[in-house]
């Protein structure tokens, strides 16, 4: 062969390759234009980012790798086949926050309103398979308007193949979702399976029924946001554990949470730089010396915590209890807080199902848990006894005593009762058990002990009420103290407030490599 | 914290009055009152297809009252006592919500 021939051969390959490739390129802007101008125009109408544009403000630049770009959808009947829904409809892959791997799905809201077909279904399961292997983090981004019905059962299949992924994956990979548009029906329990569930106002919209099947079916008139809006599954429903005013600041939230977990339950949080709390606060003056007097829990943690930085979780819903992350000495630590500013930081249905979830996450995930109690006891009243606060309750005794984390409690104030057993106590297996000077620790408030344990001399007195402030005074002095239970080897230590940052960080360093064997089991039974 | 002073409340938690602020949960929430023998609530929403007493009949316990349509289901209201229908509250047609009083009957 002459050497010009063969140079002209090769000039013919370089032309077909670049052909090849400018026809992949051509393929992708397909794809990436979604649902085309007109249906991005009205996404961003309702101030909306798109799904890769989600994906691109969350994840680390140029991380991003996508998959599935070309899968076509499974529709035949009702002139779907004739149909061509780019991506179909969700935008699925890889990419780090943090450096951290993630996999990542994000429905497109301007293909086929997002919704879910079989093939969509694929796309989710395929890249949730894929992060249990890698044993990564995944994150799914919701905005549909629910069941392709035009593809029937293969709809229905598709979110039950999401739904048991999500059971499989659960506390072996951290689960996020984000509610980024409407999530409603069967969808929303994709979500509900998850770890954390991020909603932002105006944007989300989350319900098994919409407003106009409850118009029809019961007159009720009702706004969608009042019905399923962000604030209400932040506030009443508890269903949402983030709340955010933009998508931006949910973005920037869900990075701060990331940087707080591991990547799986074989590992621990990533370390950082340790600090030294920076809150201008005594811990000293924290916490009122009258067990009546209210305060914010929150500022009790900022003076422990490194750079007084706490991520809380489920911030506006049964805020009567504090849950969140701190660093201690750099690494991750959950904290679980009566909070008196609230309902006097009493427990009660909502602040249990809170507080013992968060404390099964913790568990799952290698974070050790500090808990500060100041609690007067369980909510009374009708609707609590009704709504099974029995049962509720027993979520929080269920779910320290499961626990094989490090688990220390700190008493501030006041344990009384069953929340002094429920509040981690010694007695659900707590490793380390201080109380500061102030700790009231008792059977039940001292006006309530007083009324029974001297009834008769209360009864029998001329002048009742001031022989029941006697005895309410002779009681207190007598057991609202820490000293009862430290007798009794209850509590390890009473400890001056200022001691409590470095006793704790001692605590964790010590129990480092803890390890705890508990009977083997196929699972438990929480009180659900 | 000194500005939200103002909304803290007296909360009684056995014996003890405490300082606090209530949730908005709190404040909504059902207040428990008994229900009367003889009265007849709903227990899911939908319509009243057919009603099958007149007040002042006598109904033994276990007799059907009224036919409600919900959750595409006939449902078959049945006297939950014996006496005497005294007044409805609903009609043919109307469609109603849970918990939503239907009728009274004077227990014999």
Known sequence: ?528 | METENEEYVDFVVTARKYKTLLTNKYKNRPVWHKNKPGEVYSTLPGTIMEIAVKEGQEVKEGELLLIQEAMKMLNRILSPVTGVVKEFYVKEGDKIGKSHLMLKIEPK
């Open chain 1, 1 to 528: 062969m002459k050497l010009i021939d063969i140079l002209n051969h090769k000039q013919i390959i370089m032309t077909d390759l670049n052909k090849n490739i400018q026809a992949l390129r051509d393929k992708k802007a397909v794809v990436e234009m979604g649902g085309g101008e007109k249906a991005i125009e009205k996404q961003v109408a309702m101030g909306k980012l798109t799904a890769r544009e989600r994906i691109l403000s969350l994840l680390d630049p140029d991380s991003f790798h996508e998959y599935d770009m070309f899968v076509k959808h499974d529709g035949r009947d009702f002139g779907m086949d004739k149909k061509d829904f780019p991506g179909d409809g969700v935008v699925t892959g890889t990419g780090t926050i943090f450096g951290a791997p993630i996999c990542i799905y994000a429905q497109d809201f301007t293909v086929a309103g997002g919704s879910l077909g079989l093939q969509h279904a694929r796309k989710i399961t395929k890249i949730m398979d894929h992060a249990l292997k890698m044993k990564c983090p995944i994150i799914g981004i919701n905005d549909s308007g629910g069941a392709r019905i035009q593809e029937g059962v293969q709809a229905l299949a598709g979110y039950g193949e999401i739904f048991y992924r999500n059971t499989i994956s659960s506390g072996v990979i951290p689960q996020i979702s984000l509610i980024l548009g409407p999530c409603a029906g069967g969808a929303v329990y994709s979500p509900a399976l998850t770890d954390f569930v991020f909603v932002v106002e105006n944007i989300s919209k989350m319900f098994i029924t919409g407003p106009n099947v409850i118009k029809t079916v019961l007159g009720e008139d009702i706004s969608m946001e009042d019905l399923g809006g962000a604030r209400v599954h932040a506030e009443i429903t508890g269903n949402a554990h983030f709340y955010a005013k933009s998508e931006q600041d949910c973005f920037d939230q869900i990075k701060r949470l990331v940087s707080y977990i591991p990547w799986n339950n074989t590992q621990k949080a990533k370390s950082i730089e340790p600090k030294e709390p920076s809150i201008n606060l005594n811990i000293n003056e924290v916490v009122p010396s009258d067990p009546k007097q209210p305060y914010d829990v929150r500022n009790v943690i900022k003076c422990i915590v490194d750079d007084s930085d706490f991520l809380e979780v489920q911030e506006l819903w049964a805020a009567n209890i504090v849950i969140g992350f701190g660093r201690m000495n750099g690494e991750t630590t959950g904290f679980v807080a009566n909070q008196p500013m609230v309902l006097a930081g009493v427990l009660d249905c909502d602040s249990s199902d809170k507080a013992a979830r968060f404390i099964r996450f913790c568990d799952s995930f290698n974070i050790p848990i500090i808990t500060l109690e100041d609690m007067p006891g369980y909510l009374p009243g009708v609707d609590q006894e009704h709504a099974g606060v029995i049962r509720h309750g027993a979520k929080v005794l269920y779910a320290y005593s499961e626990a094989t984390v490090p688990k220390i409690t700190v008493i501030l104030r006041k344990a009384y009762g069953g929340g002094y057993i429920a509040m981690n106590s010694r007695h659900l297996g707590a490793d380390f058990m201080f109380a500061w000077p102030s700790a009231e620790i008792a059977v039940m408030g001292p006006e309530g002990a007083a009324n029974i344990i001297f009834k008769k001399d209360i009864m029998e007195a001329e002048d009742q009420e001031a022989m029941r402030q006697e005895k309410v005074k002779e009681y207190i002095e007598k057991f609202a103290n820490p000293y009862v239970a430290a007798a009794k080897g209850f509590i390890d230590s009473v400890i001056e407030p200022k001691e409590t940052r470095s006793l704790l960080l001692h605590a964790l360093e010590l129990s480092a490599l803890k390890e705890e064997i508990r009977p083997a089991k196929k699972h438990g039974l929480p009180p659900f």
